[in-house]
């Protein structure tokens, strides 16, 4: 099996990361990531150069349905307000925001035509080629057991010097994983990321870097576990969103 996380952006104009795991049985590791993937067949490309004629989980932070023109998915709503004293909520999906063409369904769609299935019920430990949607902000908090989450988004008034802290505070948890079960050993990506004196694109670079990293250890984290290890917001038609439930705090 390997296990991508996507942080996808919304416009195919704005670079998306990736990040493909592999796993030997007893722990995982980057196989390959970018931070620069670009249109839609570019993300395709990557996942499938990554995937070959293994099974594969594909864990995507994008909404990939949403049916509603205006206002807010059930499932964003539902996760807002499990997460909102967590700072972890969703931002509003819907078709006029997203569309014309929404990104993660058009994305889910060529995918589907490549053998891979969809929808939010995983199987503990069964091979799949499946992709299904997260949200790393909760994802973060859960398995990290964090009060709050990290503030390394660029926002107004948010310093490149306070994006720099939290990123690495997001980099030395990742590092962590290593001690879990499922265990991720991602020294040879984490080790080459820089993060102080980044700015601009390059700083958003690591940002979607890291954040794709967390979707695949959630992937991989949904796979070990199968329906104990997540909570699912919403359902397949009007969206959902899975969220890992920390299940073991290390590995002995």
């Keep these: 099996m390997r296990f991508i996380g996507l942080d996808l952006a919304w416009s195919a104009r704005n670079p998306s990361g990736g990040v493909v795991l592999a796993w030997n049985g007893s722990r995982a590791w980057p196989l390959a990531w970018s931070s620069d993937l670009g249109d839609d067949e570019d993300v395709v490309g990557f996942v499938l150069a990554g995937t070959d004629r293994e099974g594969a ?9 949403v049916p509603n023109d205006r206002g807010t998915r059930g499932c964003d709503r539902a996760l807002s307000a499990a997460y909102r004293s967590r700072e972890a909520g969703a ?7 997203l569309g014309p063409v929404v990104r993660g369904e058009a994305l889910l769609g060529k995918l589907l035509a490549h053998g891979f299935t969809h929808g939010p019920r995983v199987e503990g430990g069964r091979p ?10 909760a994802a973060a908090v859960e ?12 926002r107004p008034g ?10 690495e505070r997001l980099r030395e948890l990742l590092g962590s994983l290593s001690g879990r079960m499922p265990s991720l050993d991602a020294g040879s990506l984490l080790d080459g990321v ?3 004196g980044e700015r601009g694109r390059r ?8 954040d794709a990293l967390l979707c695949a250890y959630t992937a991989l984290h949904l796979w070990t ?14 969206g959902y969103i899975l969220v890992p439930i920390r299940r073991s705090p290390s590995v002995h």
């Design 158 to 167: 948010r310093t490149p010097e306070h994006r720099w802290r939290e990123l």
């Design 203 to 210: 700083l958003k670079g690591v940002e979607d870097l890291l």
């Design 143 to 154: 398995l990290f057991g964090l009060p709050k989450t990290l503030k390394y988004k660029a």
């Design 91 to 97: 931002y509003p999906a819907n078709r006029s925001r």
């Design 225 to 238: 576990w199968g329906e104990e290890g997540y909570r699912c917001f919403g359902d397949l038609e009007t």
């Design 57 to 65: 989980l594909v864990a995507v932070d994008a909404p990939l349905v």
């Design 128 to 137: 799949v080629r499946h992709v299904l949607e997260v949200h790393p902000h």
């Design 194 to 196: 820089g993060i102080h």
